[in-house]
């Protein structure tokens, strides 16, 4: 009975270790699956302490294998990263989800006005929540903007304190993401991008979620990007750890709070345990000066926020 006990704990941790690891992501349902990686470590240092207490050596050595296995890829969340001596102009950034532009007018607001944001990325922004938003003072706040208002989940926007120039609009199924470039009065011309591909919950999703991942520019060694908003993915899908591979760092990570969970923001969490599916992507030759994961009412996303310092 007790070696049937360990083997049932064991074995699903020594299994997702693998599948994790391997660089093959399988669609339905590992995609939505996989975001939860961070609590299978945990549960993997459980597995391993019951194999020691009931004495089960061989199950105890698949668990020690699959805390082995998952730690390099888990730890450094936790553990503060160091920065490129970047000694530019600073850029504060947030990024805030409105769910069908339900989030609260006066909230977000006095976000904006607390965090004093020089670049503001809105995903499911709609046509009621935008006019709502600048009758509040957003544009008096931030007067630059590149809009794209629509019904639905599909609505997104860039709004800044400086001269924005519009970049193209990244529309897949019925998701968007605006992008545009900055001028910033440090003479450095940076592209934002407002990220917001398909959410893969459900069946059939996942070719639009990846393409919507895939459509985002690179890192590279022109001018420097940042990526911010709703990714609808963790630092655990293989297609968020290609786009950081090219040249971006996650500024929660970098700050050791990669755990910090942004979805859901409010409900039962053992309906859904919390994940961390809201990033900031600085280009690597930024630094991270600061991150923060706030509240917003309205809407089931926390915003995020980081200061970041420009090369």
């Known amino acids: 009975m007790r070696t049937w006990m360990s083997w049932i704990v064991v074995v699903p941790c020594g299994v997702w270790a693998a599948l994790r690891l391997s660089g093959f992501e399988p669609e339905w349902p590992w995609v939505p699956l996989v975001s939860f990686t961070p609590y299978v470590g945990a549960a993997a240092v459980l597995a391993l302490a019951l194999a020691c207490v009931l004495r089960r050596w061989a ?60 670049v503001l990325t809105l995903q499911e922004l709609t046509p009621d929540a935008m006019r709502r938003l600048e009758r509040a003072g957003l544009r008096r706040t931030l007067r630059h903007a590149v809009t794209r208002p629509l019904t639905g989940v599909g609505g997104s926007a860039v709004y800044a304190r400086h001269p924005l120039k519009e970049a193209g609009y990244l529309k897949i199924g019925a998701f ?122 309205g809407t089931d996303h926390r915003p995020v926020f980081a200061e970041l310092r420009l090369p």
């Open 59 to 118: 199950a105890g050595t698949v668990a020690l294998v699959s805390v082995l296995a998952l730690t390099p890829a888990l730890l450094p969340r936790a553990l503060p990263d160091g920065n490129p001596g970047a000694e530019g102009a600073t850029l504060r950034v947030l990024a805030a989800n409105l769910m069908v532009g339900k989030a609260r007018t006066e909230e977000l607001m006095a976000l904006v006005e607390r965090w004093r944001p020089d």
């Open 176 to 297: 968007g993401q605006a992008r545009a470039w900055l001028a910033h009065p440090g003479g450095a011309r940076i592209e934002v991008v407002s990220v917001h591909p398909c959410a893969p919950k459900r069946l059939g999703r996942q070719p639009c979620w990846r393409a919507g991942l895939d459509a985002l520019p690179r890192a590279g060694r022109d001018a420097p990007r940042v990526l911010a908003g709703d990714f609808n993915a963790t630092l655990d899908h293989l297609p968020m750890r290609e786009l950081l591979a090219s040249g971006y760092r996650d500024a929660a990570d970098v700050t050791g709070q990669g755990f910090v969970p942004t979805w859901p923001q409010f409900g039962p969490w053992w309906q859904s345990p919390g994940v961390a599916i809201d990033h900031v992507l600085a280009d690597e030759r930024m630094a991270v000066r600061g991150f923060a994961v706030l509240t917003l009412h």
